[in-house]
């Protein structure tokens, strides 16, 4: 415990530091505000760039330092050139010594834990900034826990609760088993919706988390998550499918963007960390994306397993940054 207290103290000092030397956007306001948290419908949002070197909650290496993949694509250039305000707040400071192992219930464990918490303290920080909406690359899916922290924390001082809308190829809701040891990542909805004691919360309701482009279904059973899988998605068209589960996420709410990349099937983008043979299409992808983050209720935005072992070129990564930068064009 004295270790762990440590870490998360040393990662949260040198992130103090990191954020003391960095300068904030201004960013105009309205009397609008339907995430209830400095986001307006007429304002201009600022991006925020946060890498997060992670690969404690994924099963094998393969993601940890991606983000400067990322920042190599010229992803703040080529989404100023779309239109967004867009800032590099460069990494989260995470200790380098965390512990790696195969150790049932969740691999690596405490350390998915140690740098949830490091992201929560970072991105509530500039939550806290009207109209800066943290957009994290680099990182692995079990990240959502430590943005969901930071964005309730947020949005529960303004008596809000908010939703995550969970983008991504798996269901993510294996539960932690004391026979396998599973990656935090694919418990990630379990643990975001679960009583348990790897996570002290905010718990959601499973009526708060939203799971979208699925092809692998529910390990759990999906109870009261609500879902859109890809064959439904595809029945229906992505932009009518995204429109309609933003309809049904109340207008006071703050959302969380997550988009894992291998919710694109495999032939269109082979650079995921676990790529999908059954996916979606870059243009489907544009078109869901199109509708879901130029909603005013958006607050964070998290893409997560790319893997530029795979990309040696970057040819993928430009793919992404190119959906990004449609995505939030002004």
């Known amino acids: 415990m004295e270790r762990r207290d440590f870490l998360l103290g040393s990662a949260a000092a040198i992130g103090a530091q990191v954020l003391a030397g960095k300068g904030s956007a ?3 306001g309205t009397d609008s505000d339907p995430g209830g948290l400095g986001t307006s419908a007429a304002a201009v949002p600022a991006y925020r760039i946060l890498g997060v070197p992670l690969r ?25 050139a779309a239109g967004c305000t867009a800032i590099d707040d460069g990494d989260v400071a995470i200790p380098s010594y965390l512990p790696h192992h195969s150790i049932p219930p969740i691999r690596s464990w405490p350390a998915p834990r140690i740098v949830w918490e490091c992201v929560s303290e970072r991105v509530a920080q500039i939550l806290q ?7 994290l690359i680099g990182c692995d899916c ?22 995550v809308i969970y983008i991504d190829g798996d269901f993510d809701d294996a539960p932690p088993e004391a026979t396998r040891s599973n990656s935090a990542a694919s418990c990630a909805v379990w643990l975001l919706t679960h009583e348990s004691p790897f996570w002290a919360g905010p ?17 759990a059973g999906q109870g009261k998550v609500s879902s859109t899988s890809l064959a439904e998605l595809r029945l229906s068209g992505a932009k009518d499918a ?25 032939r269109e983008l082979p650079a995921a960390y676990f790529p999908h043979d059954e996916g979606m299409t870059l243009a489907e992808t544009a078109n869901l994306l199109g509708v879901f983050l130029k909603d005013p209720r958006v607050r964070t935005i998290e893409i997560s397993e790319y893997a530029a072992l795979r990309d040696l070129n970057l040819e993928y990564c430009g793919k992404l940054i190119d959906l990004l930068a449609a995505s939030l064009r002004r």
């Open 26 to 28: 201004e960013v105009p």
């Open 56 to 80: 404690a909650g994924s099963l094998l290496p393969g993601n940890e330092n991606d983000a400067q993949a990322y920042r190599e694509a010229h992803l703040i250039d080529r989404l100023r």
């Open 129 to 135: 900034q009207p109209g800066q909406i943290p957009l």
């Open 142 to 163: 079990s990240v959502v826990i430590g943005t969901t922290q930071a964005l309730q924390s947020s949005a529960n001082a303004h008596q809000r609760e908010m939703h």
């Open 203 to 219: 718990i959601m309701r499973p009526s708060q988390v939203s799971v979208v482009g699925w092809s692998n279904p529910s390990k």
């Open 242 to 266: 995204a429109s309609r589960i933003l309809k049904a996420i109340p207008d006071s709410s703050p959302i969380l963007v997550h988009f894992d990349i291998d919710v694109l099937q495999k």
